[in-house]
C-alpha cells in the first residue's frame, strides 16, 4: 500500500448523513483519501486532531489585500497570513488598488508581485478596462471576474451612462465571465457629498443621508435591467439593505448576491458608538433590517457570505471629519469565529455554514475546492468548537489593528490551516514558508 505524506485522524467530517468520525489522507497537494483509521494508508506524518471538526478550506470572495502603493495598509503577505489565520484557503482580491487593475499590464504586474508573497490561494478581479479589445486581455492574464464598483469607480469608462455600462456587460458575456457589482447609486452619492462639504456638514448622520437604502435599491434595480439585457451573470457584493434583497429574489437564474458579518451582527446603535472604526459602504443599518437580512441568509436568498476585509491604517480610522475617513473594516480574522459562534447557539446548521463559507462560492466563480474529497485539492480548516475567547484585534495578522468586534465574545476558533496539503497556519501561529498559496487562474 502506498505511503502517503499526511494522515489526519480522530476527526469529525461533514456529510450528506451528518457528522462521521473519520481520516484524510494527504498527498502532495492532493486529498488522497477520506476513510475510517483501519483503512487509512500508512503516512510520513500524522496528525491526531483530537475530536475536532475538519471543514473544506473557506473561500472569501470579496478580499482587499492592498499592496502596490496601499502596502501600508496591508500586502499580500500580511493579508494572506490573516486569511489563514482566519480558515480561509482561497481568497478573491479586489482591483481598486492604487494604481487600480484596469489595464491588462497592471493585472499582470500584480500578479506578478503576488506568486511569491501569498500563503493562500489567490485569485483576482479585474476593473473594466478602458478598451473593449482589453477585455479578452485581461481574462488571458489570469482574470477571474470583473469588478464594478458604482460607488467609486476604477475604471476610466463612464459607468455612470447605462449604454457604456451595457457595452462593458457584454464584453464581460461574451467572455463568459460575471461581474462582480458594488450597487450605490454612486453619482448621487458623489453630488449629496459635495453639498454637505460644502456646508461643513460632516457628521456621521450626513454620512447615511448620502448612502441611504434608496442609494442602493435604485442602483440594484439599474444593474438588474442592463444585465438582464444580456443574460449577464451578476454577482452583487455586501447587500446592506433588506429591500434589495426584495428585488434580488425575483431574478435567482441568474444573480447571485453576498452579505457580510458587519451588515448581519452590526446595527446602526454600535456604528454611533464607533465611529470611523465601524464605517464601511454601504453602511450599516438599522437593527430591523439586520434581523431581515440574516432571514435571507437562512432562507437561501443570500448566497455566500464574505467577508469585504477592507483594511486601513488606524489613524485614517480615527478622523473626525467622515468624508475624511475611509470606509471598511478588516475581516478575514473575524468571519469564521463569529459565524462558528452562530452554529454552537444553533442560529445556523454546519451544512448551511459550509454552503456559505466554502461550497457556494467555489461554485459561483468555477474553482474546483471548497470540498473534501479523494482527487480534491487538499485545502481544509480545522476548527475547535469548544475554545472560548474575546476578539482581540492587536492580536491580527492583518496591518489593520482594529474592529468593531473588538472584546466580542465568540465561541468556536479556526487552530490549523492547511494550503494545497501544506500546514500554514498551526494553533494560531504562521508555519510554512512565503509563497505556499497559488494565484488560481493564472496560466503562468
Known sequence: MQTVDLNLINTKILTDKGFVEAGVSIEADRIYKVAKLPNMPK???????????????????????????????????????????????????????????????????????????????????????????????????????????????????????????????????????????????????????????????????HYLKAHSVEREVNAVRRVLKLAGQVGLHTHFCHISAASSVNHLKRFRSRITCEATPHHLFLTTNELRRLGGIALTAPPIRPSPNASKLWRAVNDGLIDIIASDHAPHASEEKQRENIWEVPPGIPGLETTLPLMLTQVNRGQMSWSRLIQLLAAKPAEIFHLTRGFIQAGGFADLVIVDMDQEYEIDSSKFFSKAKYSPFDGWKVKGKPTKTFVNGQLVMDEGEIVAKKGTGRIVGWKG
Open 43 to 205: 503516512a510520513s506524518k500524522t496528525i491526531d486532531v483530537k475530536g475536532k471538526v475538519t471543514l473544506p478550506g473557506l473561500i472569501d470572495a470579496h478580499v482587499h489585500l492592498r499592496d502596490l502603493e496601499l502596502s501600508y495598509k496591508e500586502d499580500f503577505f500580511t493579508g494572506t497570513c490573516a486569511a489563514a489565520a482566519g480558515g480561509f484557503t482561497t481568497v478573491l482580491d479586489m482591483p481598486n488598488t492604487q494604481p487600480p487593475t484596469n489595464t491588462p499590464k497592471r493585472l499582470k504586474e500584480k500578479i506578478q508581485r503576488a506568486k511569491n508573497q501569498v500563503m493562500v490561494n489567490v485569485g483576482f478581479y479585474a476593473a473594466f478596462p478602458k478598451q473593449y479589445d482589453q477585455f479578452d486581455e485581461m481574462v488571458g492574464n489570469g482574470a477571474l471576474a470583473f469588478k464594478v464598483n458604482l460607488f467609486r469607480p476604477v475604471t476610466e469608462l463612464n459607468v455612470h451612462q447605462d449604454a457604456t455600462l451595457l457595452n462593458a456587460f457584454k464584453q464581460v458575456k461574451r467572455l463568459n465571465r460575471l461581474v462582480a457589482v458594488h450597487a450605490e447609486e454612486g453619482d448621487v452619492i458623489q453630488r449629496m457629498e459635495d453639498v454637505f462639504r460644502k456646508s461643513g456638514k460632516t457628521s456621521l448622520s
